[in-house]
């Protein structure tokens, strides 16, 4: 820790157990008169709830938010946005939702108020994405960062338990890497370490029984923390594969992430073995050999599908997979070796422990 750099990410965050009471007053420190609420088809009856809860000062549900941000949703938005005379809006959902607040922030400049109901982390980040005509596009712009974010880990009580274990896991992979980041720095390893912490306490007990208030809070809180670290600091070879494994072969995001990031994790056991101990404390252990494993039993614990085959990954798929991965890497404390690769995605395709 020679040098480094730590720029703060600027939001106001409120956590607690039903804390979405207090959403109006909220928007009072925001100098928001009218909000539109942003949420999918699914989750309306929350957006009314959350309108129910500004009463006059709610300018409607806007219940069509869609997964990756489709530039014609956003359009659609904004212009009701502008209809209602909103001069602010508040996603309440998970990444998509969240996505399309940040794609009107980006557009309109309105400020943007959060509740996530997902362990995803985007509320924490100035990252947006937008698909046209199946492209999607990302980018950072610090317009985009939700100015509040309020977490309730009362609106997670119904995540079944299948998507809060794999959700939770996605979370922990950015807390994971941003241990060995190019840019880490030591305020966001702290967060990272304590976000894996409570996470892997958290999640076990999530999964015995989704209704346990503190557990819920705990998960939520140690994905606050892996949020900030996705929002902070760049990401390494786990999300490199992660996003072939999305974009080419089409698997689902949380589930693979979870499966995968115990093997990406081992892969850099020696080349960052001062920050992977402090992911092995977090985890129960002491040394960076051991987090692959502990993931992986983890994720046992946690009943999600052992091996990628379980989601969809192809045989053939860890040869294509190591092959465009090399071709494009990104940084990573370990050199991308394609051989190393391939071996490491064979094993996570058979659902095998990291070795
Ligand atoms: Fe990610």
Known sequence: MDSFVYQGQPSRVVFGWGRLDGVAEELDRLGVRR??????????ALGERVAALLGERSAGVYAKAKMHVPVEVAEAARAEAARQGADGCIAVGGGSTIGLGKAIALEAGLPILAVPTTYAGSEMTPIYGLTEQRLKTTGRDPRVLPRTVIYDPQLTLSLPVAIS????????AHAVEALYAQDANPIISLMAEESIRALAQALPAVVADPEHREARRDALYGAWLAGICLGSVGMAIHHK????????FNLP??????????HSAHYNREAAAEPLSRAARALGGSRADEVGPLLHRLNQRLGIPQGLADIGFPAEGP???????CDKPYYNPRP????????LLDRALQGQAPA
């Open 319 to 325: 040869a294509e997979t190591a092959r465009i991965a």
């Open 35 to 44: 909000a539109l609420v942003l949420t999918t088809p699914e989750q309306q």
């Open 253 to 262: 995001h949380a589930p693979a992430h979870a499966i995968l990031l115990p």
């Open 165 to 172: 274990a794999c959700s939770g896991m996605n979370a922990m």
């Open 241 to 248: 594969l992660c996003h072939t494994l999305g974009g080419t």
């Open 336 to 343: 991308f070796e394609r051989e190393a690769i391939e071996a």
